[in-house]
């Protein structure tokens, strides 16, 4: 069975590599502008493709630079949405997720989530605001309190690098 499963996995892969190999990449980068103190704005890289009536899929990574000496990156893995509603109001929902060990807070997370919604204009610039929850290892004793954060702000279109 495991190997059943393991197979189809590789196939719908292989498939969406294939796709994209054909389609062409087409790629979207926005800067998330925010009141936090400890990191840099925001950026997400997105992938996207057009689905049709107004709907795109959108796949990618989202980046946050600490400002210590030396700076960190987190990575997170980034799905989600964008429909066109009308001709000037875009809305984008978004979902990420890593597993790691973040030196830089005080507690040991054996997963960390957030979930972005985006409103967009036809510039593809607008607001965002973001839910995140991080919980904490399970064998952590000292802290296993789940965490959970929001904050808002801007989205600026920017040039992927």
Known sequence: MSKKISLA?????????????????????WQLDHNLSGIEPILYKVSFQDLGNGNY?????????TVTDPPKTIRRVLTGGAVVMDTDNI??????????????????????TSTA?????????????????????TSDT????????????????VNCE
Do not use: W
Request: charge should be negative; hydrophobic fraction near 40%.
């Open 9 to 29: 996995a590789t196939a719908i892969f292989f498939s969406i590599f294939l796709a994209t190999m054909a389609y062409g990449q087409q790629i979207v980068c």
């Open 57 to 65: 899929v959108l796949v990618g990574s989202s980046y946050a630079t």
């Open 142 to 157: 000292e802290n296993n309190s789940t965490i959970t954060s929001s904050f808002s702000g801007t989205v600026t279109l």
């Open 91 to 112: 809305e984008v929902s978004l979902k990420t997720s890593d597993i790691s060990d973040r030196p830089a807070t005080p507690t040991k997370e054996s997963l960390a």
């Open 117 to 137: 919604h985006f409103l967009l204009d036809s510039t593809l610039n607008g607001t965002f605001h973001i839910v995140g929850v991080h919980y904490p290892e």
